[in-house]
Every structure is written in C-alpha cells, then in structure tokens.
C-alpha cells in the first residue's frame, strides 16, 4: 500500500519594515500547521522558501481585533517583535480588518496602533519598570530580552561576531539575549545595529531592540529627550515615551510598514 501526501496551497504576504522582513499569513481559519517548525523555518529560508526575518500569523481573538503569533525564522516561537507587530497592523488595514486603529494581542500582552495616511504605523509597546545598567552595558526587556552597548565606529563592527559571543555567553544563559550595539550622534539621534536570537545574524532593523535603545540611552544619561530617532541600516524608527518615577510608560514605536508581494507556495 503506497499513500500519496497531498500538497496544500498557501496564501502568503511579505511585509517589511526599516528592512525588517516577514512572511504574513492570514489564519483566521486556523488552517495553518502551527507546531510544523521545519515547514516555518523553510518558508522563511531565503534560498530554498520565500524568505524573511520572521513568519507572523494573524489570528482570531475574542477581546480584541486579532492575535499576533510570531515565529522566528528558525521556525520556533519567539517574544514580541516590534517591526512584525506594526508590518501586521498593515497587514490587517489591507485586509479590510480595522480603519486607522486597532488593539490585538500578542505573547506579551495588549497592543494599541495607529495608522497614519503617509503609512507611518505606531505601536505602544509594553510599559519598562526594571533596567540593569553596568560599565559596560544595559539590559531590559521591551517584548523581548535585549543587552544594549555602546561601541565605536559602529559601521564597521563586527556585529555578527561579537553579538553572537555575547548572545551564548554566560552573561544570558541558555535563553541568550538580542545584543544591539550603539553609537550616539547627538542628543536626538542614535545608530544602532542589532543581532537577533532566532536569526542568530545581524537583521537590518528590530524594533524592540530600537525601543530598548532609546530607553537605555534615556536611563544612563546619554540624551534627556523623551522622543528619539535610531537610525537602524534598512532605514530610520522613531520611539517616544514618558519617564515617570524610572518608569517609562506610554513607549510607542514608529516607522514605516510596507507592502512587497502577495503570492502562493505548495506546501
């Protein structure tokens, strides 16, 4: 007896934001094979599937607009990404699932968006109440576990190395850390680069690791301003927060989400 595997064809759209890249998929019919980590590892490796940082699913929820699931290109479940949730908020206007605002949930909780005319998303991120800060470096998590550095000569570090060194070392344990390294320009803006677990490669932007700047550089004295631009290398994020009592509140991420391609892929 021989049994023949039948293939299924998968609507997919692909979203990038500051070069930050994800395949979308609309699975409001729970369709998608969510524990199939080798099917979203190949779906997201750039020579053998479609190719991105990241696989996102937007699910029904019952107290909100929809759920974010986000997938590291690994293909394993990952924290909140900032880019991929503010790609999805543009992923939903153009499904016809909200106007100019929404609430959806995501792993670490509830999440408000703006959309404005010229595309620009912005998404309030999780409240910060506790960030280590040392010598050498600062940790806090917005979403997601990030260790915040100050280098120079940005543009020609190894960013790839020395995060990966940082990510496995005995700093992070088992879990690991993004690891974004930084450089100021003056008061307003930074330039950061960033190496992300899950890619386990320098990514062109990430946006909690972008937020997790602005609030580092905020709590260690490099800038007083509650409204910060980071310069990341696939384009320009802004993030903006209140500081009250060492804790920041209200923390938004702004940037551009736009549109690549629609297509189909048998799976």
Request: net charge negative; glycine share 10%; with cysteine.
């Amino acid at each position: 007896m021989c049994f023949i595997l039948k293939k299924m064809q998968l609507e997919f759209y692909k979203y990038q934001g500051t070069g930050n890249d994800f395949v979308m998929i609309d699975n409001r019919s729970n369709s998608f094979p969510k524990e199939n980590t080798q099917l979203i590892a190949h779906l997201c490796d750039r020579r053998f599937g479609i190719g991105a940082d990241g696989l996102i699913l937007l699910d029904n929820d019952a107290e909100s607009d929809f759920r974010m699931v986000y997938y590291n290109s690994d293909g394993n479940l990952s924290s909140m990404c900032g880019n991929g949730g503010r790609c999805l908020v543009a992923f939903a206007k153009k499904l016809n699932l909200i106007k100019n605002e929404t609430t959806f949930i995501a792993t670490d909780g509830l999440h408000y968006a703006t959309v404005a005319t010229d595309g620009i998303v912005s998404l309030q991120m999780i409240d910060v109440n506790q960030i280590k800060n040392t010598p050498e470096y600062s940790f806090l998590n917005t979403g997601s576990p990030h260790h915040v550095q100050l280098v120079s000569d940005l543009q020609h570090y190894n960013v790839k190395e020395n995060g990966a060194a940082i990510r496995y070392g005995e700093l992070y344990g088992q879990e690991g850390s993004n690891i974004n390294f930084v450089t100021k320009i003056n008061e307003t803006t930074f330039s950061l680069r960033t190496y992300e677990r899950g890619v386990e490669n320098e990514t062109l932007a990430c946006g909690t690791g972008a937020t997790a700047v602005a609030i580092a550089m905020n709590a260690i004295g490099e800038t007083d301003l509650s409204a910060i631009n980071l310069n990341v290398e696939g384009g320009k994020l802004a993030v903006s927060f209140e500081k009250i009592d060492g804790r920041y509140t209200n923390v938004f991420l702004k940037g551009p989400a736009e549109f690549v391609f629609k297509g189909v892929i048998e799976i």
